[in-house]
């Protein structure tokens, strides 16, 4: 579970209630997963990677990506670096987050 935050055109997804995978590598309530801004009907910003091998240590990224017409949900897309072991091995992977509302907290 996420939290949205908004201050004018920037935007916060937070966590909320990171699952058990999430805590071993370090993610609490209120770790940031995403931050930019939103233009129109476009997020963008950077995001955070997130491993068990390197807790309190993010691989940041940048994403992009559109808002849903109905406003209910956002999709980012962005390209990163395979990290092992906390250093960048030669691979890059595209990853995308999709965030749909549920509900106001």
């Known amino acids: 579970m996420m939290r949205l935050k908004a201050d004018?055109?920037?935007?916060?997804?937070?966590?909320?209630?990171?699952?058990?995978?999430?805590?071993?590598?370090?993610?609490?309530?209120?770790?940031?997963?995403?931050?930019?801004?939103?233009?129109?009907n476009w997020?963008?910003?950077?995001?955070?990677v997130f491993s068990r091998a390197c807790p309190g240590q993010p691989q940041i990224y940048a994403v992009a990506g559109p808002?849903?017409?109905?406003?209910?949900?956002?999709?980012?897309t962005g390209r990163r670096n395979v990290n092992r072991q906390c250093h960048p091995s030669d691979r890059v992977t595209t990853?995308?987050?999709?965030?749909t509302y549920s509900h106001r907290c």
């Not at 997020?43 to 955070?48: I, S």
């Open 8 to 40: 004018g055109n920037r935007r916060w997804f937070l966590y909320e209630a990171p699952r058990p995978v999430l805590r071993d590598a370090g993610v609490t309530t209120g770790t940031l997963l995403f931050e930019g801004v939103k233009r129109g």
């Open 43 to 48: 997020y963008e910003g950077t995001a955070r």
């Open 95 to 99: 990853d995308t987050l999709v965030f």
């Open 67 to 76: 808002v849903r017409a109905d406003q209910l949900q956002v999709t980012l």
